[in-house]
């Protein structure tokens, strides 16, 4: 896996996956924020809203 987001130099980020080590890098702190926001997000992860009733967490398989 290797995604890369470069929109912008403040929000940009890197997730590479070696093995069972995912590594997020950021451009900047806010880089780094968003890259962990997609990696959650791939597995499934959603926050519509503060709180339980706008949470979605994946159930293992």
Do not use: C, K
Not at 35 to 60: D, K
């Amino acid at each position: 896996m290797n995604v890369q987001d470069v929109a912008s130099r403040e929000s940009g980020f890197h997730l590479e996956l070696q093995g069972n080590t995912v590594t997020i890098t950021g451009e900047e702190q806010t880089g780094t924020l968003y890259g962990a926001y997609e990696l959650l997000r791939m597995q499934g992860w959603r926050w519509f809203t503060p709180g339980v009733a706008g949470e979605i967490i994946p159930q293992p398989v």
